[in-house]
């Protein structure tokens, strides 16, 4: 199986709105299956299931330290679930405001490319964003323009699709 079918397999997990997913992707993964990260997917996991709202909050802040703001966005979206107390409320509405501020930027440069849709210069680093801040709510209408876009483009990208494969 090609790794490309991994990343298939992920971005169509993405496409259908799922909100926590992560492909685990080492640099040294080779065939065998039993060297992959287990282990590391396990704690992940078993993090961002936590009950406790104060492990949620930890697991969002280290998630955006380390350069997963789709982790961190998530547990957020989570940890709101749980309804938690001020201290931890506070200290997760500055972590989202964090990440909204640095999703802002791309969020206003796309959003005119997406709308216009001129030519498909802007769907790379869109895929890029949505990736790292679709689950933003300022994301929200973006995303909504692109799910819009692509119900519209559906029919045709589908025949095109199987008329390749045919080939």
Do not use: C
Not at 43 to 61: G, I, K
Not at 108 to 125: C, H, I, K, Q, T
Request: glycine letters at 4%; zero cysteines.
């Amino acid at each position: 199986v090609e790794f490309s079918a991994g990343t298939w397999s992920r971005d169509s997990l993405l496409d259908g709105g799922f909100p926590m997913l992560r492909l685990f992707a080492p640099e040294d993964a080779g065939h065998p299956w039993a060297f992959l990260p287990v282990d590391e997917a396990v704690r992940w996991l078993d993090q961002w299931n936590a009950a406790e709202p104060e492990t949620l909050l930890a697991f969002a802040r280290a998630s955006a330290k380390d350069g997963r703001p789709r982790d961190a966005l998530a547990t957020l979206a989570r940890l709101d679930e749980k309804k938690p107390k001020p201290p931890v409320l506070k200290s997760s509405q500055e972590l989202r405001a964090e990440l909204e501020a640095a999703a802002r930027p791309a969020i206003e440069r796309l959003a005119p490319l997406v709308s216009a849709n001129a030519d498909g210069a802007w769907v790379e680093d869109f895929l890029v964003f949505r990736d790292d801040y679709g689950l933003a709510p300022s994301a929200a209408r973006l995303m909504q323009s692109f799910a819009t876009l692509r119900a519209r483009q559906q029919e045709k990208a589908d025949e095109l699709f199987y008329a390749a494969r045919n080939e």
